[in-house]
T-cell receptor, first 114, second 116 residues
Framework: EAQVTQNPRYLITVTGKKLTVTCSQNMNHEYMSWYRQDPGLGLRQIYYSMNVEVTDKGDVPEGYKVSRKEKRNFPLILESPSPNQTSLYFC?????????????FGPGTRLTVT | AQKVTQAQTEISVVEKEDVTLDCVYETRDTTYYLFWYKQPPSGELVFLIRRNSFDEQNEISGRYSWNFQKSTSSFNFTITASQVVDSAVYFCALSDGETSGSRLTFGEGTQLTVNP
């Protein structure tokens, strides 16, 4: 089954404790990205990647890191999480770089930072 | 810069009513793409429709229809004879054309509640 998977689905952590949210897609997609969803703000892009070893900032990159060492994986790293990073996070991929294609979203990761 | 506005934060209707979700966008690009996504209570994002800037034909899919008007920069979504299962958050989104890495800009979302 073609899909984007994220782990964990739920995470509660404390301020400053490094964490990684994994994202993997099995569709051989070029483009991958991370979004956060907050009430009243919709989804905002954090980082995106157009290919292996090619990543770039989205609209809200502060406090996050990403890497793209393999085409299928695009982990999101929070080196020192803070309470304002409490949010619902979505990983997404699409088959081509151009904006015509819809993005396929993972199931979401709900992160709480206390 | 792109912007998508969904002015209706919440809408509540009774089953079988028709409901329209508004979406207004801003972009300087002549080529762009508009999307609607549905987020049911389970939380996943479900793609509903895509429309490019050169195609202003309205589209109907079952009880769903979309009205794209470039003159007013709007891409409204109508659900006819709403059902309880239509209860969800609906997002309108805009992609800035055919450039590599073009991002998806989302509106704030509209929470639709359909009551039995």
């Amino acid at each position: 089954e073609a899909q984007v998977t994220q782990n964990p689905r739920y995470l509660i952590t404390v301020t400053g404790k490094k964490l990684t949210v994994t994202c993997s897609q099995n569709m051989n997609h070029e483009y991958m990205s991370w979004y956060r969803q907050d009430p009243g703000l919709g989804l905002r892009q954090i980082y995106y990647s157009m290919n292996v070893e090619v990543t770039d900032k989205g609209d809200v990159p502060e406090g996050y890191k990403v890497s793209r060492k393999e085409k299928r994986n695009f982990p999101l790293i929070l080196e020192s999480p803070s309470p304002n990073q409490t949010s619902l996070y979505f990983c997404a991929s699409r088959p081509e770089l151009a904006g015509w294609y819809e993005q396929y979203f993972g199931p979401g990761t709900r992160l709480t930072v206390t | 810069a792109q912007k998508v506005t969904q002015a209706q934060t919440e809408i509540s209707v009774v089953e079988k009513e028709d409901v329209t979700l508004d979406c207004v966008y801003e972009t300087r690009d002549t080529t762009y793409y508009l999307f609607w996504y549905k987020q049911p209570p389970s939380g996943e994002l479900v793609f509903l429709i895509r429309r490019n800037s050169f195609d202003e034909q309205n589209e109907i899919s079952g009880r769903y229809s979309w009205n794209f008007q470039k003159s007013t920069s709007s891409f409204n979504f109508t659900i006819t004879a709403s059902q309880v299962v239509d209860s969800a958050v609906y997002f309108c989104a805009l992609s800035d054309g055919e450039t590599s890495g073009s991002r998806l800009t989302f509106g704030e979302g509209t929470q639709l509640t359909v009551n039995p």
